[in-house]
């Protein structure tokens, strides 16, 4: 079975997951200024808040967003946030500035004096920006840095009181049996042993919590690239490991006890179990998102495909053009929502 097969191991891996506890921690937001009041309304046709799963939460005067330079007492979040409705991260500060900038032009958001300030420009540890119902942040590189990111994004959109928040991870990533510049949706995250799940060690323990992403946010995502039409986009199966080289079962590191003939067997045995394509981040974003209730995405493009090779040598060109299709097709998801909601008219 390869990657391009729409299939599904979670439902028969007869895993044990670990229950999270059902928590309630939460206030309903008042229509953002963007909002539709028609029932049909595509965006705010429900309710759904940002959970939090902490109780003690509740017993602080205040809460230290401190890697994003914000706090309950020193901003008024609400205000700042609370109309947020689309939430896109990527790793690095440019990319997440040129998505902010490519969506207010598409939008039509922009003027000649918009500098797009970086929200979090208190601290260098991640750069945040917004124009309308659109909320921009990077995660860095990797499980921890993008774990770190998310514990106080949710809690951000927490406090900031959001609804009916859809959030999509946007980056690069290796492919399998893909041409290079193919876009990836990820229908479920797995790890290194093809498993869907994201395993952490909490107080000597280790925890396993699903990777489900919302499939229907992935079946629109597939609708949007054929509306397009720039691209080709498949849907399947990402796996997400800890590591850029060896975990990736690459040849060209610093170190490497593997042979070809190895790498290759265990690349083909990942491509036969449905994996599509490879990054870092994706089984902690989907199993975050899942818990706080965030209808989530995953949106790569595939730069190369590992299979035939291990290091990228296309033009500078080539690789601008790639990293704007994950962008590009986000951007056509939100136009086309808003479109629905009556915020923005073409």
Not at 159 to 169: E, F, G, K, L, S
Not at 299 to 326: A, E, I
């Amino acid at each position: 079975m390869g990657c391009k097969a729409k299939q599904a191991i979670a439902s028969s891996t007869g895993l044990n997951l670990v229950r999270e506890p059902s928590y309630h921690r939460y206030r309903k937001m008042a229509p953002g200024p963007w909002s539709s009041d028609k029932k049909n309304d595509t965006c705010c046709e429900s309710e759904s808040p940002v959970y939090v799963h902490n109780p003690h939460l509740d017993g602080m005067k205040e809460d230290v967003l401190y890697h994003f330079n914000l706090g309950t007492s020193t901003h008024d979040l609400p205000t700042m946030f609370g109309d947020v409705k689309f939430v896109c991260v990527g790793g690095s500060p440019w990319r997440m500035k040129s998505f902010i900038e490519y969506m207010a032009k598409d939008l039509g958001l922009e003027n000649a004096k918009s500098e797009y300030p970086n929200i979090c420009a208190g601290t260098d540890r991640y750069a945040m920006y917004k124009i309308g119902p659109v909320l921009s942040v990077s995660h860095g590189m990797g499980i921890p840095s993008i774990s770190i990111m998310l514990h106080e994004l949710i809690k951000l959109l927490h406090h900031a009181n959001c609804t009916d928040v859809t959030i999509v991870r946007i980056g690069t990533s290796g492919g399998l049996g893909l041409e290079p510049g193919t876009v990836v949706v990820t229908k479920q995250p797995v790890d290194a042993n093809f498993m869907p799940q994201f395993e952490q060690v909490i107080l000597g323990k280790t925890v396993v919590r699903s990777t489900d992403l919302d499939e229907g946010l992935a079946e629109e995502l597939l609708q949007c690239s054929k509306d397009l039409g720039q691209f080709n986009t498949v849907i399947g199966n990402t796996m997400c490991t800890s590591d850029f080289y060896e975990g990736q079962a690459r040849l060209d590191g610093a170190f490497c006890s593997y042979t070809e003939n190895d790498k290759q067997e265990y690349l083909t045995k990942a491509y036969k179990s449905g994996v599509c394509n490879i990054e870092m981040e994706s089984s902690v974003f989907a199993a975050m998102c899942k818990l706080s209730g965030l209808k989530a995405a995953v949106v790569c493009v595939t730069l190369l495909d590992r299979q035939k090779g291990d290091q990228m040598n296309s033009t500078p060109d080539v690789f601008h053009s790639y990293h704007q299709r994950p962008q590009i097709l986000v951007g056509h998801l939100i136009k086309k929502r808003l479109q629905a909601s009556g915020f923005y008219k073409s």
